[in-house]
Structures are given as C-alpha cells and as structure tokens.
C-alpha cells in the first residue's frame, strides 16, 4: 500500500492532483481511513497512475481517460488502442486548424506592423512620488509572468500618460493594476517594459523621504532616488492592451474585512484541479455571495450558478498585496475575472481569472 504522499512522488502526480481524480472517480484509492480521509492506493494503482499522468499531459479528456483505465485494467486492449488512436487524430485536426489560423493571424500582424509609422526616440524625464511608486509596485509585483516562454510578460509596464504612471502586471492567469501621480511630463503617451530584477532593484531605492526622477532614453530607463540611481534595458517587446482587458461586465461589489476572510480561505474546503491552459495542478476556493451579502468560501458539493472558482494561492497573493484591512470584492459570472479592488481608489485593483469546474 502506497500513502498518498508516496503515491505523488512516484506516479508525477501531485497530491491535490490524486484528491480531484479520486473525486472525480477516474483513480480511487483502496482504501480510505474513516477517521481520518487519508487515502492509500495498491501497488496495481502506480501503473494506473503513471498512464493517467501521460494521458493528461496528452490532453486526453477525462471521460475518455475513465475508459482507457477500465480498460486497460480489464486487458482490453481493443478498446484502449481504439481510444488512444480517435484521441491522435482528434489532436492531428487540431493541430492542422490551428495550424491555418495562425497563418492567417501571423498575416494580419505582419500587414499590421507594415502599416505602423515607427515612432520617434526622445528623452523623457519626470518626477514620481516615492511613496506611491513603492505601494503601486508592491501591488502588481506577484502577478510578473515567470514564464520563459512568455518574455513579454517577463517585467511591469510603465504606462505613463498625463500626469499619471500606471504600473502593470500580468502572467495571463492575474493581473494588476496600480497608478502613481507624476510631474513634468507632457508629451504623448509612452509605455515600457521594465524587466522583473530592475523593478525590483527600483523599489528597493524608494523611501518616504527620497525625491524621485524617471528618465526613459529610448529602449532605457532610468530611476534615481536621492543619490542613488538603478538602470537598465526595457524589454523589446508589446505588453498586452491591459485596457481591453480590464473592462469588465458589471459584477456585485461586496467589502470584505481582509483578515477574516484571509483566514477563511486559507481554512476553508479547496478542490483540486488543473489549469486547462498548462495541465498544472492547484488548489481552488470556491466562492459565493451569501443571501446576507457577505462571500463565503463554498463547500463540496455547493456548486450553486453564481459560484466563482478561483486559485487559492493567487487569492491569497491579491489579498496580500491589496495591503489594505478592507477590500471590495467584484463578483460576476462564473466565467469573469474576480476582482479585487481597494474601496478608495479605483485604479489599484487585481483581477483572477475563473477556474472551470469539472462537471
């Protein structure tokens, strides 16, 4: 008998990846203690498990996964290869009508950037307030993309227009947005890709008593803070058009004490799942609002229509970096972005994107 911890660490899949097939009855264990809920799995179950782990990373549905199992259990082998085969040429079509699609687009962008009058390289230096620099910093920092295939999304964006600086972060899964007030500047709209360490090398310069300057030189950007000064290269790419995406259907707002509801996520019911985009497991909290107006972390098997899925350890970051006792938390459909905003300023807040749940 392997405990669930065993069975994770020799099977590749991750615990809370073994509760959702067990809930979702594709890998049940033999034996599950009454007392407790800690499952065990039989020695047959590894080689179940690790077929499920390829069958995922595959892209195999689930549905189709339940059969493969009972029949490769039942030595038939007919129908796993009958299974294995429809899903190849399901992925086979797939791949030749994106294959076309992409052709299309890449054609479209190229006519795109053909047409786009190259801009004009100037100097641009302006004054921004330390204090609200280091907050609006601090609270788009844990939605920086990781990914290395995704550079682009690799730093924050300075979005400078007016007399205002928005920073802004995305890793496609969240986002957030946060603005400081600026000095000085009177030109056009400009935005930068400032690189990850360099922002953060940015806000290790701010204090409440520093006065700042930003210089943007072309592909350059500079901050100094009193005598001490951080540069380096912007990131050579486009930042999504964050405005776009931040306009969201109207959803009901209700103000959240952050350190009960903190502690009511982190204590309450999650279910496992993965990401649809990457395969990649994680932990869910269910939410609702209640009959009184309040958000309640749900229960399994509480699946009411207005119910939003969302990654607990990215609800936990937001709540984090709202850096607030009160929060407004924007609920709307199932399939929009949660929101999380600061009852004072409409222009900080993060947005989660939902998490489906399996039927």
Known sequence: MRSIGEMARDSGLSA????????????????????SGYRWYGPEQLEESRLLARLRRAGMPLADIRLV???????????????LQAHLLRLERGLSDARSEFSTVRALLERRENSMTPSVTTTSR??????????????????VSTDPELTAL?????????????????DRYRMAVARADTTGYGGPRMQVIVPAPLAD??????SDDVSVQLTVDGDRVALEAGDHQTAGQCLDHEFPDYRRLVRLP????????VTAFRTAVESGPVRAAERTQDGVACDLSVLKVTGEGAVSVCEDGDDD?????????????????GARDQLILELG????????????DEDAFSLLMPVRLES
């Open 250 to 257: 109207a959803g009901r707002r209700v103000p959240i004490d």
């Open 154 to 170: 690799g730093g924050v964006l300075f979005d400078i227009e007016g007399e205002a600086l928005r920073v802004v972060a995305t």
């Open 16 to 35: 809370s990846a073994l509760r959702f097939y067990d809930g979702a009855g594709v890998l049940v264990p033999v034996r599950v203690d009454p007392a």
């Open 126 to 143: 302006f004054a921004v307030s330390a204090p609200e620099l280091a907050a609006a910093l601090d609270s788009v920092r844990f939605a």
């Open 305 to 321: 229509q207005g119910c939003v899925a969302v990654n607990r350890e990215f609800l936990l970051h937001a709540l984090a970096a």
């Open 201 to 206: 090398a940015m806000r290790a310069l701010l």
């Open 333 to 344: 459909a199932p399939t929009a972005p949660l929101a999380i905003r600061r009852p004072e």
């Open 69 to 83: 199992l009972a029949g490769w259990a039942s030595t038939d082998t007919e129908l796993v290869r009958s299974l």
